[in-house]
């Protein structure tokens, strides 16, 4: 059994900046890529970044440029660095990790509201 909790949501001025976490803990044996998903109201979940176990990573074009993820194979982590942030980009944020074999698990979700 794996369980993800994400940390580091909240509210923050346009132009501001946050940093999202997500944490794997339990039976882990093997992390392949891990991925930040958003869903604002009304809208689809979308991808927003990836990171490859190889640290290959790809971005949402609506994102490029101010928002950066990484991973700590270590802690099992995966972040989110979000910078000039815009109304456009309040939305629940999640992140969904590929455990191999053990399968894909989601994160519940950090709420990001971006108002002044």
């Known amino acids: 059994q794996v369980q993800l909790v994400e940390s580091g949501g909240g509210l923050v001025q346009p132009g501001g900046s946050l940093r999202l976490s997500c944490e794997a803990s339990?039976?882990?044996?093997?992390?392949?890529?891990m991925d930040w998903y958003r869903q604002a109201p009304g809208k689809e979940r979308e991808l927003v970044a990836f990171?490859?176990?190889?640290?290959?990573?790809a971005y949402a074009d609506s994102v490029k440029g101010r928002f950066t993820i990484s991973r700590d194979s270590a802690k099992n982590t995966v972040d989110l660095q979000m910078n000039s942030l815009k109304p456009e980009d309040t939305a629940v944020y999640y992140c969904?990790?590929?455990?191999?074999?053990?399968?894909?698990?989601w994160g519940q979700g950090t709420q990001v509201t971006v108002s002044s």
């Open positions: 969904k990790i590929d455990f191999g074999w053990a399968g894909t698990y």
């Open positions: 990171i490859t176990s190889g640290g290959n990573t």
């Open positions: 339990g039976s882990i044996f093997t992390i392949n890529t």
